[in-house]
């Protein structure tokens, strides 16, 4: 697991950190990385994506909001929690979809709170699925799983930079997979909406400019299920 503390005060950093690896159900394997500036921030993470993010609102050069919204744009699963000193930056916050917020003064229990709960999504959103492949095993995250494409008995799992396959069938996949934000959207694809950039006629486009054929007998569905799922999932 990857940490970021992100603040443009150094004293506030160090306070975040040694306040947050005191804490009993902190993981030993994690790593936080310090991150003086919003600029920094995004450049740790497009080269090595973070999975918590603490995030100051107000700094000097990128914002904690104009860092977080841009990093958003790229990164449906990464958990954000913002601190501020003001409480009027809160509603601003959650059109980054942010996990939390976090007034300062900073205290234990503040971040106790706040990080064993984001701890708890994190575990919720990396399950892996086990692909075999001839003499080849892959584990992978199915946070990371952009669609499945079925040709014939040939599945193929589509990640931002790799593809995987597997024999099998689509629907044994579909049934395992929709709890966590898999639509069916049509005969040969199976798609995360957590990855959906646009819906146009009978086109979706992915967060990466993939394209996934969408079936017309499904178009109402799917929409309708997307729907469903920014209200519940995405401010």
């Known amino acids: 697991m990857r940490i970021a503390i992100c603040d443009d005060e150094k004293i506030i950093r160090e306070e975040l950190k040694s306040v947050l690896t005191s804490i009993d159900v902190f993981p030993i394997e994690a ?25 100051d609102i107000e700094m000097k050069g990128v914002s904690g909001l104009e860092a977080g919204h841009m990093i958003r744009n790229t990164d449906r699963n990464v958990i954000i929690i913002f601190l501020t000193s003001h409480q009027q930056y809160v509603f601003q916050s959650f059109r980054t979809e942010a996990f939390d917020f976090i007034l300062k003064p900073i205290t234990k229990e503040k971040i106790s709170d706040v990080f064993s ?27 990371s799983i952009v669609y499945l494409e079925s040709n014939r008995r040939q599945i193929t799992f589509v990640t931002k930079d790799e593809r995987y396959a597997c024999i099998g069938r689509l629907s044994d996949y579909e049934s395992r997979l929709v709890p966590y934000g898999f639509l069916r959207c049509h005969q040969s694809f ?15 486009t992915t967060t990466y400019n993939q394209d996934v054929h969408m079936s017309v007998r499904k178009k109402q569905y799917c929409l309708k299920a997307f729907s469903n799922f920014l209200v519940k999932y995405r401010v």
């Open 117 to 143: 709960r984001a701890l708890q999504k994190y575990k919720e959103q990396h399950h892996i699925v086990h692909i075999k492949w001839m003499d080849s095993t892959w584990v992978i995250d199915v946070s």
């Open 31 to 55: 790593m936080v990385i310090d991150c003086p500036s919003g600029a920094t921030l995004i450049a740790n993470h497009v080269e090595h994506p973070f999975d918590i993010i603490f995030l």
């Open 190 to 204: 199976l798609i995360n909406m957590n990855y959906i950039k646009s819906i146009e006629n009978t086109a979706i």
